[in-house]
């Protein structure tokens, strides 16, 4: 099957396997490692990527949802790490492991873009999902706090 979409702002095609998955495409096909796969369910939200600006769990969405349509991954945030939430990131000291992180910070990503201004309560429900295994979920919520008052 040959998927035609935008990637990170540039339109790219590839060919895969007609039940190929965004996030298998994105590491094997197209070198794009930072989307990382946790659980092939879409339960913990480490492989989550922006699509038409909105947050999927790349895992499980097919690549014929994909075909004509923006994709967005922790590489296409920004070049250099200087996104608002990247550099909030390490200011407030999120990451452990890591291994979370760069769902993590798409999903919050996709909060901050459809609501500057989010509330407390309203970054605990987007963020709720996004298994975090080292527990950093203070930090978390702190970042997001941090870069929507730098907004």
Not at 24 to 38: A, C, N, S
Not at 110 to 124: D, G, H, M, V, Y
Not at 128 to 136: E, P, Q, S
């Amino acid at each position: 099957m040959k998927t035609t979409f935008k990637l990170n702002g540039k339109t790219v095609q590839v060919e895969t396997q007609s039940d190929a998955t965004l996030l298998w495409t994105l590491r094997d096909h197209l070198g794009l490692t930072g989307t990382k796969y946790g659980c092939g369910k879409a339960l913990c939200g480490a492989c989550t990527v922006h699509l038409d600006g909105m947050a999927v769990r790349s895992c499980t969405t097919p690549m014929s949802m994909v075909t004509n349509r923006s994709v967005t991954t922790i590489e296409g945030l920004s070049k250099d790490n200087s996104h608002p939430l990247q550099i909030a990131w390490v200011e407030e000291q999120v990451p452990q492991c890591g291994y979370c992180q760069s769902g993590q910070i798409m999903q919050a990503a996709a909060l901050l873009q459809n609501n500057s201004r989010p509330t407390r309560e309203q970054i605990l429900a987007q963020m709720n999902g996004i298994i975090c295994r080292c527990g950093t979920y203070t930090r978390i919520v702190r970042a997001i706090e941090r870069t929507a008052q730098n907004l």
